[in-house]
C-alpha cells in the first residue's frame, strides 16, 4: 500500500488552462503539505494543512488553491496555468506539524507547461 | 530565519569508497534535522533524523551523521557505497516546537558513484 500517493504522476499542458493534483495519504497523519520542486532541485513548500486548516501558506500566487476535503486528501487546483508553474510539485503528511515531526512524500508529480 | 547549506552541489565516489557529505545550518537554538534521499524519480524518503540526545545517529541503509554544535553541521556518512546511492541527498531543519513550523531544504546534493 502507497502511503502517501499522488495523481496524476506526469501532466502536461497548455498555458492558460486550469488543473488539479490530487493527494490521499493512509498513514492516518493529520498534517499534510505541498512542496514545489523547481529545475534546480530546490524543494519550497507551499502550504500546509493541519486537521483541514491551512497553517502554512507561503507566498504563492493566488491562482494555486489549495483544498482539503478531509485530513487524509490535499488536492492543489492550479488556475491559467503559466510556463512558470513547470515543476515538480510533492504532497507530503506527518502526524503534526511541529519541527520535530518527520514528513512522508509522494512520488511526485511532473508538470510541464507548454 | 532558519537555513540549510550544502557546499556541494555535485559528488562522484568510487564504488566501495566511504562518502560523506556536509551539511550547515543556522538557527538560533537545536534544531531538529534530517537527511532525506531522491532517487531518480521517486519522492523523498527519510534516512535519518535528529531531534536530541546522542550526536551521532544512524539511519537505514547503512547510513550516519553527526551533529556538531560547534560548526553548526551535520554531515551525513556511509563507510562504503554502493552503486544503488546515487541519488539526490537532501538535508533539513526543522525548527522548534513554536508557531507554525516549516521543514527548511537545503538545495541538495547529487551523488554519482563510478564502477
Known amino acids: 500500500d502507497t502511503a502517501v500517493s499522488q495523481t496524476p504522476k ?8 486550469d488543473k488539479s493534483i490530487k493527494c490521499e495519504q493512509n498513514l492516518g ?37 489549495p483544498k482539503s476535503p478531509d485530513k487524509a486528501h490535499l488536492n492543489l487546483h492550479i488556475n491559467s496555468l503559466e510556463l512558470g508553474d513547470s515543476a515538480v510539485y510533492f504532497c507530503a503528511s506527518s502526524q503534526g506539524y511541529r519541527g520535530n515531526t518527520e514528513a512522508f512524500f509522494g512520488q511526485g508529480t511532473r508538470l510541464t507547461v507548454v | 530565519a532558519q537555513s540549510v547549506t550544502q557546499p556541494d552541489i555535485h559528488i562522484t ?18 534544531p531538529y534535522l534530517f537527511w532525506y534521499v531522491q532517487s531518480p524519480g521517486q519522492g523523498l524518503q527519510l534516512l535519518l533524523k535528529y531531534f536530541s540526545g546522542d550526536t551521532l545517529v544512524q539511519g537505514i541503509k547503512g547510513f550516519e551523521a553527526e551533529f556538531k554544535r560547534s560548526q553548526s553541521s551535520f554531515n551525513l556518512r556511509k563507510p562504503s557505497v554502493h552503486w544503488s546511492d546515487a541519488a539526490e541527498y537532501f538535508c533539513a531543519v526543522g525548527p522548534g516546537n513554536f508557531g507554525n513550523e516549516k521543514l527548511t531544504f ?9 564502477p
Open chain 1, 10 to 17: 506526469y501532466l502536461v499542458t497548455q498555458m492558460g488552462n
Open chain 1, 29 to 65: 497523519h493529520d498534517t499534510m503539505y505541498w512542496y514545489k520542486q523547481d529545475s534546480k532541485k530546490f524543494l519550497k513548500i507551499m502550504f500546509s494543512y493541519n486537521n483541514k486548516e491551512l497553517i502554512i501558506n507561503e507566498t504563492v500566487p493566488n491562482r494555486f488553491s
Open chain 2, 13 to 30: 565516489v568510487s564504488e566501495g569508497a566511504s562518502l560523506e557529505l556536509r551539511c550547515n545550518y543556522s538557527y538560533g537554538a537545536t
Open chain 2, 106 to 114: 537545503g538545495t541538495g546534493t547529487r551523488l554519482t558513484i563510478i
